[in-house]
T-cell receptor, first 111, second 114 residues
Framework: QQPVQSPQAVILREGEDAVINCSSS?????VHWYRQKHGEAPVFLMI?????EQKGHEKISASFNEKKQQSSLYLTASQLSYSGTYFC????????????FGKGTKLSVIP | NAGVTQTPKFQVLKTGQSMTLQCAQD?????MSWYRQDPGMGLRLIHY???????DQGEVPNGYNVSRSTTEDFPLRLLSAAPSQTSVYFC?????????????FGPGTRLTVT
């Protein structure tokens, strides 16, 4: 079952902040975040592992609440280059290789 | 490294035709997968492989076959194309480092079935 992402779409002015949420009905081992620009392939942003280890990317950070089975992506001081569709991809276990992606959140940053 | 390559980039098929979408990676990744992307649906997993000779079904496997004879290649076969298979197909590969499984995506194949 796909995780639920919210919001579905958001429009920001340069410099504004945004939060994208990802909720799963399954217990989570880790959560991946990817960004896809129009007409291109998804690109890995970061991963959050059970136990708190995470990696960051530019001014983008994320949190992972294992008990609530939720992850949130935080984009601060947004830039035009942040525009794209963001996908979360939870994994349910260490031995579970496949990701089940959400439907995505379309972020548009305008001048 | 070329990373993950996919061919063709574009393809138009008639209903009932068969074809193979090619995917190759030169990073010695164990794990490879195929996704399809439709508007508003995100990325849905078709099939995946955890190593040569090992494949398994994802969320939407019907109408597709895969095989993994080598670590590098993971072709996706459409046995009898249907208009519902019109989509953008992405191949991805990953390795496991501390359980991360960061995935690298190919550029995609845009398939239209008429």
């Amino acid at each position: 079952q796909q995780p639920v992402q919210s919001p579905q779409a958001v429009i920001l002015r340069e410099g504004e902040d945004a939060v994208i949420n990802c909720s799963s009905s399954k217990a989570l081992y880790s959560v991946h975040w990817y960004r896809q620009k129009h007409g291109e392939a998804p690109v890995f942003l970061m991963i959050l592992l059970k136990g708190g280890e995470q990696k960051g990317h530019e001014k983008i950070s994320a949190s992972f609440n294992e008990k609530k089975q939720q992850s949130s992506l935080y984009l601060t001081a947004s830039q035009l280059s942040y525009s794209g569709t963001y996908f979360c991809g939870p994994r349910s276990g260490a031995g579970s290789y496949q990701l089940t992606f959400g439907k995505g959140t379309k972020l548009s940053v305008i001048p | 490294n070329a990373g993950v390559t996919q061919t063709p980039k574009f393809q138009v098929l008639k209903t009932g035709q068969s074809m193979t979408l090619q995917c190759a990676q030169d990073m010695n990744h164990e794990y490879m997968s195929w996704y399809r992307q439709d508007p508003g649906m995100g990325l849905r997993l078709i099939h995946y492989s955890v190593g040569a000779g090992i494949t398994d079904q994802g969320e939407v496997p019907n109408g597709y076959n895969v095989s993994r004879s080598t670590t590098e290649d993971f072709p996706l076969r459409l046995l009898s194309a249907a208009p519902s298979q019109t989509s953008v197909y992405f191949c991805a590969s990953s390795y496991s480092t501390s359980g991360s499984h960061e995935q690298y995506f190919g550029p995609g194949t845009r398939l239209t079935v008429t």
